[in-house]
């Protein structure tokens, strides 16, 4: 008793919560948004990656700098523009004891392709773009693309491999065009939530998923890496910034995702308290429907306004991006000029500010048709992104200025994006961050016409297509040199601004708050990794 008396006395001096004394081996992670499934192959967003990477690996993986590095593979090279080879690293085991072999990757891109439960092409529209996929030995990976593919590694960053002893035995021939023959079993979404398919090679095991409540992790003793630092990792969701931050200061998380914003000041200055911050690649933007009718203009009946590019310059030259970023994030954010930070490859040059100018936004109205301005509907998260209610709000306020008036409807996560998946929006604010610093990325994602062949478009919900953009975007994604994929992604990116589908607004910083005693330097991905936080 006179040990743990003092052991208390200890902590409290230090300012480090009795809970965190008591607990040295357990990491608590409050996360900002909550992850919508234990597969891996499901959708793609920050709350599902910080879970996944946990638990499984790709052929490669990322940085905390969007680097590519390696990690089942060891090693890769290309044979021509259109083949690469990867050799895996020797001596991986999954959770289960299973050896990785080349099998298991081909096993893992059919199931992408198999997988009923995914959201928005969010996997499977990179495999499709994939001609051939063999073992050609238990330890070598050929993957032949059909057409160049120079963003092809960064890709398979997020291409998590599963182990095939998940299902009975079986032949398997990787052919996209038939889903590799489509013939079952395959892994279901459940059998992943329940835990019992959440096998992986990663650094911690799944002990137990919590939808909307507690997920828990648990350190791989046998992981061929570095070993992480803590035996137990409870990642549980807490969506509002203001109890997020009370259960740091009380004492019931380690480490908390997104602080808010007007919070950061007096973080800096509390003793017991440390921040990470880190610039990242996140847009936060709006995508504008081209449909006719479209479901919240005007009430739902044509015209649609937005499919006039002057009406969608209208709408971006009534945005104060620098008035959001000082007043609403508190600046922790930069102004959006492009779709990527400045310094990035494929940007335009000499385009550093989008110009706020609602007197011109008014003559561009009346100029389209629309001098008493429309309605609209803007739809936003609002426990998804860096304040992202609050963000809607003041754009409805900037539309509702020049005459559109612009009402908002705000949700829960796990409710928006199924719905936008299912294009049940005219105004969707959206939030995403490239997995390299190029701006091919983006315009492969968002902006191409949509086309499920060639696995492009996957989220282009506003159902956008213009030739005088998709063709510098196409030819870009098919252009192995750096140079003149460059020129292409600056013409298509001039069309982009000239044209305004998507409004740009700001890109996010991220931050991360942790108790005294831990050091993170925080991730462009803003993903959360315990295997990257360290006791201090």
């Known amino acids: 008793m006179k040990r743990l008396l003092l052991a208390g006395l200890a902590s409290l001096a230090l300012g480090v919560p009795w809970g965190a004394a008591a607990s040295a081996q357990t990491l608590r992670i409050a996360m900002a948004a909550e992850p919508t499934s234990a597969d891996p192959h499901h959708y793609a967003a920050a709350p599902n990656s910080t879970l996944h990477d946990h638990v499984f690996e790709a052929l490669v993986e990322l940085d905390s700098r969007l680097r590519v590095r390696p990690s089942l593979a060891v090693s890769w090279e290309r044979r021509d523009d259109r083949s690469w080879v990867f050799k895996l690293r020797p001596g ?53 693309t059909k057409q160049p593919e120079p963003l092809l590694t960064s890709d398979l960053s997020s291409l998590r491999i599963i182990t095939r002893s998940l299902v009975p035995e079986r032949q398997i021939t990787f052919d996209a065009a038939t889903n590799c023959g489509g013939q079952g079993p395959w892994p279901t979404l459940a059998q992943f939530n ?16 919590g939808r909307g409540g507690v997920t828990e992790l648990v350190r791989n003793d046998d992981y061929w890496g570095e ?17 997020r931050l009370a259960g740091l200061l009380a004492g019931d998380h380690d480490v908390v995702e997104a602080p808010a914003t007007g919070d950061i000041p007096r973080l800096r200055d509390n003793a017991n308290v440390r921040l990470a911050v880190a610039p990242t690649t996140r847009l936060i933007f709006l995508q504008l429907d081209q449909r006719d009718p479209a479901p919240f203009v005007n009430g739902g009946n044509a015209p649609n306004p937005l499919r006039d590019p002057r009406v969608r310059q209208a709408l971006s030259l ?17 102004p959006a000029a492009q779709f990527l930070p400045e310094g990035m490859f494929g940007l335009v040059p000499g385009v550093t500010a989008l110009p706020y100018d609602p007197a011109r936004a008014r003559a561009l109205l009346a100029e ?53 998946a299912r294009r049940d929006f005219s105004v969707p604010m959206g939030g995403w961050a490239a997995d390299a610093q190029e701006t091919l990325l983006f315009f492969r994602t968002w902006m191409v016409t949509t086309n499920r062949e060639r696995g492009v478009g996957g989220s282009n919900y506003s159902a956008w297509s213009d030739p005088g953009f998709d063709g510098p975007a196409m030819a870009a994604l098919t252009t192995m040199e750096d140079a003149a994929r460059e020129r292409l992604l600056q013409q298509a990116g001039r069309v982009a601004l000239e044209r305004m589908p998507v409004l740009p607004i700001h890109f996010e910083s991220a931050a991360w708050a942790l108790r005294r005693g831990l050091k993170y330097d925080g991730r462009m991905d803003q993903t959360t990794l315990a295997q990257e936080i360290q006791p201090e």
């Open 368 to 420: 389209a048709g629309y001098p008493n301005g429309f309605s609209m509907t803007l739809h936003a998260t609002n426990n998804r992104y860096v304040n992202d209610a609050r963000i809607a709000q003041a754009l409805a306020q900037y539309f509702t200025r020049i005459g559109v008036r612009t009402e908002v409807d705000a949700m829960p996560s796990n409710v928006y994006f199924t719905r936008r």
């Open 318 to 334: 009534a945005i104060d991006r620098q008035a959001i970023v000082q007043r609403v994030m508190d600046g922790l954010a930069t």
């Open 92 to 144: 991986v085991r999954f959770h289960n004891g299973a050896p990785l072999t080349a099998a298991d990757v081909v096993f893992s891109f059919c199931r992408i392709l198999n997988n009923e439960s995914e959201l928005a092409v969010s996997y499977s529209s990179f495999v499709r773009r994939y001609a051939r996929v063999e073992a050609e030995s238990p330890d070598t990976v050929l993957i032949v």
């Open 194 to 209: 329940d835990s019992g398919a959440a096998i992986g090679t990663g650094p911690f095991k799944m002990r137990s998923f």
């Open 227 to 243: 070993k992480p630092a803590w035996a137990t990792v409870r990642l549980q969701p807490v969506t509002a910034a203001g109890p």
